[in-house]
């Protein structure tokens, strides 16, 4: 069963539509979708999607990200990174998982961020805490 976290990350409640043009930070706790155009920083607790049309010249930090349109900007995404192909991605990006469709575009540097290291850092943190 889902807690109410989760199921806020799930619903997709901004919108960048194809007539729109966004200049700024943009913050949201759910989810994203741009079709249209945004430079600045996107902070999205859930998961973006930028579509076919769509053009983000920015930083951005998300948790999981789909790119069907373009991304000029670093990425980092404590989930997935997938670039369709339509996708084109011209920036480094930092994530746990990394998907390219035949196609797809990514020029930059790409960094895994290692799933053991995190359970490493808890392990050490519980034991600190034991040994005190």
């Given at each position: 069963?889902?807690?109410?976290?989760?199921?806020?990350?799930?619903?997709?409640?901004?919108?960048?539509?194809?007539?729109?043009?966004?200049?700024?930070?943009?913050?949201?706790?759910?989810?994203?979708?741009?079709?249209?155009?945004?430079?600045?920083e996107?902070?999205?607790?859930?998961?973006?999607?930028?579509?076919?049309?769509?053009?983000?010249?920015?930083?951005?930090?998300?948790?999981?990200?789909?790119?069907?349109?373009?991304?000029?900007?670093?990425?980092?995404?404590?989930?997935t990174?997938?670039?369709?192909?339509?996708?084109?991605?011209?920036?480094?990006?930092?994530?746990?998982?990394?998907i390219?469709?035949?196609?797809?575009?990514?020029?930059?540097?790409?960094?895994?961020?290692?799933?053991?290291?995190?359970?490493?850092?808890?392990?050490?943190?519980v034991?600190?805490?034991?040994?005190?």
């Open positions: 069963m889902k807690n109410k976290k989760q199921k806020q990350l799930e619903v997709l409640d901004t919108v960048i539509g194809a007539m729109t043009s966004l200049e700024g930070k943009l913050k949201t706790e759910g989810s994203m979708r741009v079709e249209g155009k945004v430079e600045g996107i902070c999205c607790s859930g998961d973006l999607t930028v579509g076919i049309e769509g053009v983000a010249e920015t930083k951005v930090t998300v948790r999981n990200i789909i790119v069907a349109g373009t991304i000029i900007g670093d990425v980092t995404a404590s989930g990174v997938h670039i369709e192909s339509t996708g084109k991605l011209h920036g480094n990006i930092q994530m746990k998982s990394f390219i469709d035949e196609g797809g575009v990514f020029e930059g540097k790409s960094n895994m961020i290692d799933h053991h290291d995190d359970r490493k850092k808890e392990k050490d943190k034991l600190e805490e034991v040994a005190e």
